[in-house]
Nanobody, 121 residues
């Protein structure tokens, strides 16, 4: 069964750092873009960062200069390094990736279960 499993969330004080991981497991032929989203209570889910299969990255303005998205293709794993965290970064963070699970098949979007990040003032 193909799935994305996130880890690394937790509670940290403002100014601290966390590193989220997103591991894709199962039979996977290739991974296209990998993304991190977040959803705070009472707010819509928002795109935080994306990394393409070629390594190009893009970030939401609110996290530029503080967050770094990366991936290890050999491990089918993506990462989100979060530095200088602020209380407003508190949210459930979701990994999303476009996976091809068989030869000749199209890429399908998969989601992780989410991991809570809480930043205290």
């Amino acid at each position: 069964q193909v799935q994305l499993v996130e880890s690394g969330g937790g509670m940290v004080q403002a100014g601290g750092s966390l590193r989220l991981s997103c591991a894709a497991s199962g039979t996977i032929f290739s991974i296209n873009a990998m993304r991190w989203y977040r959803q705070a209570p009472g707010k819509q889910r928002e795109l935080v960062a994306v990394v393409t299969s070629g390594g190009s990255t893009n970030y939401a303005d609110s996290v530029k200069g503080r967050f770094t998205i990366s991936r290890d293709n050999a491990k089918n794993t993506g990462y989100l390094q979060m530095n200088s965290l602020k209380p407003e970064d508190t949210a459930v963070y979701y990994c999303n990736a476009d996976l091809r699970i068989g030869l000749g098949l199209k890429f399908i979007s998969y989601w992780g279960q989410g991991t809570q990040v809480t930043v205290s003032a």
